[in-house]
C-alpha cells in the first residue's frame, strides 16, 4: 500500500487579540481551529494550534524610570508588542533570561537562526537563568508546539531550552542537532514523555526505516492514559503504517481514541484521520466513513475530509 503521510505543516493565519469575561487572550488558528489562552494562561478554547509559540499575556504593576531591560521587555511581549520587546531584550547584553525570550520570540516570528543563537546561549547559560527572572518577580508562562497536533507548557529552565531547540532546529532541517538535544533531554529526564513525542514526530517525519523501528520500540507496550499518551500512540501508528504494518496501526490507533481524562481535540481528529485513511486504503470503506464521519460532525472543514465523504467536489 506504500503509506506515506503529510509532512509537518504549520497554519500560519495572523493573530487575534480577543477580549471576553477574562480580560485578554490570545487567538491563534483560522476561525473553527483556534487555540486561546486568557491573560493567567488559563485555555480557553482548544483545537488545532496556530504557531510555534503562544505567550501569555501578564498582569505587572506600572512601570518606573529604573526598570531593567528583562522587565520591560516581558511587559512588551505580554501587550503584544513583539518587535519593541525583541529590540529591548536584545539590549541587555549577556543576559540569559533574556535571551531565553529573545529565542522564543524569535522562534515564534520563524527567524530560526536568531531563534537558535539565543536559545543556545540561554543554555549555555540556564544555571542563572530561573534566578534572574526571580529576581524581577517574573514568572513566564507559554506554549510550545511540541507536534501540529500539542502543545507543551514550558519553563525557563533547561528542558524548555532543549524543548525549544529541538523545534528550532527541526524547522531548518538540522535533524542530527535536535536529535542531539533530546538526547540530552532523555539522559537528563528518562521518563519525559513530551520529549519522547518529540522524538517520535521528528523520526516519523525522515524517509529511514530505522528511524520509524525506532518509534515502534519506543512505543512497544504503550496504553493511553493521557493526551500525551494518545499523541504518542499516534506516531507509533504512523512509524508502523511506514513499516507497512497495518493491523498494528489501526490497534494504536484504537487505543488512542480510548477516552481517558481532558480530551485533545486536535489528537482526536488526527488519529480519526489516520485510522480512516488506512481502512480506506484497505477498501473498508464502511469502517473508514464512520472515522470521516466523526471528524466532519465536528469540524467539517478538517482537511479533505469532507471531499473523502463525498460531500464536495
Do not use: N
Amino acid at each position: 500500500m506504500g503509506f506515506r503521510f503529510r509532512p509537518r505543516f504549520r497554519l500560519l493565519p495572523g493573530v487575534r487579540l480577543g477580549v471576553g469575561p477574562g480580560g485578554p487572550s490570545l487567538v491563534l488558528g483560522p476561525r473553527g481551529l483556534a487555540y486561546r489562552v486568557d491573560q493567567r494562561g488559563r485555555h480557553i478554547e482548544t483545537a488545532v494550534p496556530g504557531l510555534p509559540l503562544i505567550f501569555t499575556a501578564h498582569t505587572f504593576e506600572d512601570s518606573s524610570a529604573d526598570e531593567s531591560l528583562l522587565k520591560t521587555g516581558a511587559r512588551q511581549v505580554a501587550k503584544g508588542a513583539e518587535e519593541d520587546a525583541m529590540t529591548t531584550l536584545m539590549k541587555s547584553q549577556d543576559d540569559p533570561a533574556a535571551a531565553f525570550l529573545v529565542g522564543l520570540l524569535a522562534l515564534r516570528q520563524r527567524e530560526f537562526s536568531r531563534a537558535i543563537a539565543y536559545l543556545r546561549f540561554a543554555l549555555d547559560h540556564s544555571d542563572q537563568m530561573a534566578a534572574l527572572f526571580q529576581s524581577e518577580g517574573l514568572s513566564p508562562a507559554m506554549e510550545l508546539m511540541i507536534t501540529p497536533e500539542i502543545t507543551s507548557a514550558v519553563q525557563p529552565d533547561r528542558r524548555g531550552l532543549l524543548l525549544a531547540l529541538t523545534e528550532a532546529y527541526q524547522e531548518v532541517g538540522r535533524t542530527e542537532e535536535a536529535l542531539q538535544c533530546l538526547d540530552q533531554l532523555h539522559d537528563e529526564a528518562p521518563r519525559d514523555i513530551v520529549g519522547g513525542v518529540s522524538r517520535a514526530e521528528l523520526l516519523t517525519g525522515l524517509s529511514d526505516p530505522a528511524g520509524w523501528q525506532e518509534v515502534v520500540s519506543l512505543t512497544d507496550g504503550l496504553s493511553c492514559k493521557s493526551k500525551w499518551h494518545a499523541v504518542f500512540l499516534l506516531y507509533r501508528a504512523r512509524a508502523l503504517a511506514l513499516l507497512e504494518r497495518y493491523d498494528e496501526a489501526i490497534s494504536a490507533l484504537t487505543e488512542g481514541l480510548r477516552p481517558v481524562g481532558p480530551e485533545e481535540p486536535a489528537v482526536t481528529l488526527a488519529l480519526h484521520y489516520d485510522r480512516g485513511r488506512i481502512y480506506q486504503d484497505r477498501e473498508e470503506y464502511e469502517a473508514a466513513r464512520a472515522d470521516y464521519q466523526a471528524i466532519y460532525d465536528r469540524f467539517p472543514d478538517y482537511l479533505d475530509v469532507a471531499q473523502r465523504l463525498g460531500h464536495a467536489p
